[in-house]
DNA sequence: TAGTCAAAAGTCAAAGATGGTCAGAGGGTG
DNA sequence: CACCCTCTGACCATCTTTGACTTTTGACTA
């Protein structure tokens, strides 16, 4: 194996396969130590071949008892819908009450967004609850928008 | 268990689970000697764990006799519930990430968001999504809560 | 009754323990 | 040679632990 990062990579999704539970934590120190690399190598590793699109959740921790946590999940089999709909957003840079609406309905008929949900984030994302930020709702929407559908491209 | 806090939270939350009691009460330096460390530990655990966002309440007295009381707030109505969250945003000028995930997760138990609500809502809330906004996240934060749980009030 | 003292608990800031970011250097491959 | 990964380290953010100092309370005493 030609670089460090690929031997990590191996290890780590090796303990993940070993260990019959969906999730491993590991200490960033002591992976990079145990590889004799710098502790933000391991962050390397993670940013570059544990990402949802390749089906990985990684969650952590800073401070006394900090740690990293990884887990394997499964890739929804909408992705099209998703990318499609992302593809939207790239192409609208404002993004109007209507247009999110049309988008929560979408991913509702989808099967992605139950009922309550699309009230509950239309909601939300509406020019009432977003303020007098006229500017910058579009702005927030956009991220809101593409935060939800990067939780909803996995289960 | 990765760190002493962690444990402590955990034996406070097991005592009161088993005194039927809705109270517990507890000797800051007895706690302190039975986990070997120093007794504001114990109140350092009390003020990130058993906050009143999360459902408790706190008091104690000092001197000789001196107590921490710890109470789990039962509320039977779930507009009481929403009326003290939004006391609790009133009295937060910035709303952090972690004041926001302890309101959602306090929702869920009150039975009034399911566990992936949560979650969405928890991540169109975080500061990944919102951004660079810094300043901004906080009111954000802020308005959107205040929608959701008008939201929620008239069910 | 007022003063004193010891026994709690509270506060706060510094130190410790982790992990995160980012920009630039290093290296391999077409 | 150019480009794309990798690797590194300085600096940052967050959470926990510790201890010195403060405040409160009740019992005891003058």
């Given at each position: 194996?030609?670089?460090?990062?690929?031997?990590?990579?191996q290890?780590?999704?090796q303990v993940?396969?070993?260990?019959?539970?969906?999730?491993?934590?590991?200490?960033?120190?002591?992976?990079?130590?145990?590889?004799e690399?710098?502790?933000?190598?391991i962050n390397?590793v993670?940013?570059?071949?544990?990402?949802?699109?390749?089906?990985?959740?990684v969650?952590s921790?800073?401070?006394?008892?900090g740690?990293?946590?990884?887990?394997?999940?499964?890739?929804?089999?909408?992705?099209?819908?998703?990318?499609?709909?992302?593809?939207?957003?790239?192409?609208?840079?404002?993004?109007?009450?209507?247009?999110v609406?049309n988008?929560?309905?979408?991913?509702?008929?989808?099967?992605?967004?139950?009922?309550?949900?699309?009230?509950?984030?239309?909601?939300?994302?509406?020019d009432?609850?977003?303020?007098?930020?006229a500017?910058?709702?579009?702005?927030?929407?956009?991220?809101?928008?593409?935060?939800?559908?990067?939780?909803?491209?996995?289960?």
């Amino acid at each position: 194996m030609r670089n460090i990062s690929d031997v990590i990579e191996q290890y780590l999704k090796q303990v993940l396969k070993e260990s019959q539970a969906e999730a491993i934590e590991i200490k960033r120190q002591d992976i990079a130590k145990r590889f004799e690399c710098v502790p933000s190598q391991i962050n390397y590793v993670i940013n570059t071949r544990f990402t949802v699109e390749k089906g990985y959740l990684v969650e952590s921790k800073r401070g006394g008892g900090g740690y990293i946590r990884i887990r394997r999940v499964i890739l929804h089999e909408k992705q099209d819908v998703l990318v499609s709909l992302m593809d939207i957003l790239q192409d609208h840079p404002r993004l109007s009450e209507q247009l999110v609406e049309n988008i929560l309905i979408r991913l509702f008929e989808e099967g992605m967004l139950s009922e309550r949900e699309v009230r509950l984030l239309y909601h939300l994302l509406s020019d009432e609850a977003l303020g007098l930020h006229a500017d910058d709702r579009h702005l927030i929407r956009r991220q809101q928008l593409l935060a939800l559908m990067k939780l909803l491209s996995y289960h």
